[in-house]
């Protein structure tokens, strides 16, 4: 395929996906196929040539649109979509034509720098206190979370560093941590105590200080029969130091 063929049959495939959308409210949001469905659709062993793209695109509806969870569907109410736009999906193509991935700013740095940007107007819309933004020079920072598994992981992070941070703050062992020359001394050998000679905040979720597997140990944590479906997987929580 060169570029050509991509400009002839990308077109093709715009138009596919603009059908789908308009006539997405025809089809019922949750598909009715069984699992292995796809055993009596697609041969058990792969083709030994290319297929025509014609060929391709008849089998998009018997074999993908017929067998999806319709996501973008008024009555779907399962999950949360992030693409649920025609302009995310020019996004899209954007994206998956420049193919680059974000994970530090000289891997792609218009995208790192974009999602400073865009996640500072966040800040602002939600009327948030300004050292929330990335811009700021203090410590508050913000990234596009990839899932909402992710997004649920990192808010549990948070809320348990804000909990180590107040049992911290009681008088009790800790205090006695962080005041005596013992205590310091402790502190040292085991990195588990914030240097007094640094600034932290209750903020912070990267040191040791706020992530104590001695004060977290025995944490609680509780969640409704309607949470998200990463709660479902229990036992991964224990990992973090968290019993659900």
Not at 42 to 69: A, C, H, M, T
Not at 85 to 112: E, K, N, V
Not at 113 to 142: I, Q, R, T
Request: proline share 6%; net charge negative.
């Amino acid at each position: 395929m060169d570029s050509a063929k991509l400009r002839t049959e990308g077109k093709k495939m715009i138009d596919i996906v603009a059908d789908y959308w308009d006539g997405i409210r025809q089809r019922k949001p949750l598909s009715d196929v069984k699992p292995g469905y796809i055993n009596f659709l697609v041969p058990p062993r792969p083709p030994l040539g290319p297929e025509s793209w014609e060929k391709i695109y008849q089998d998009l509806e018997k074999v993908v649109f017929n067998g999806s969870s319709h996501w973008n569907h008024p009555q779907f109410f399962a999950y949360c979509p992030t693409g649920i736009s025609y302009h995310s999906i020019m996004a899209d193509i954007l994206s998956s034509g420049l193919s680059s991935i974000g994970f530090s700013w000289i891997a792609c740095p218009s995208i790192t720098e974009l999602e400073k940007a865009s996640l500072d107007w966040l800040v602002v819309l939600m009327d948030l206190p300004e050292y929330f933004k990335n811009s700021h020079p203090g410590a508050g920072c913000g990234i596009i979370q990839s899932s909402g598994s992710d997004s649920t992981l990192m808010a549990i992070m948070t809320a348990r560093a804000a909990k180590v941070d107040e049992v911290k703050s009681q008088p009790t062992v800790y205090k006695w941590i962080a005041e005596t020359a013992v205590g310091k001394t402790f502190r040292r050998l085991f990195y588990w105590q914030r240097d007094d000679s640094e600034s932290y905040d209750s903020t912070d979720v990267i040191t040791a200080y706020y992530h104590d597997p001695t004060v977290f140990q025995h944490f609680v944590m509780y969640f409704s029969d309607i949470g998200h479906s990463s709660i479902e997987k229990g036992p991964c929580w224990r990992e973090f130091g968290i019993e659900s």
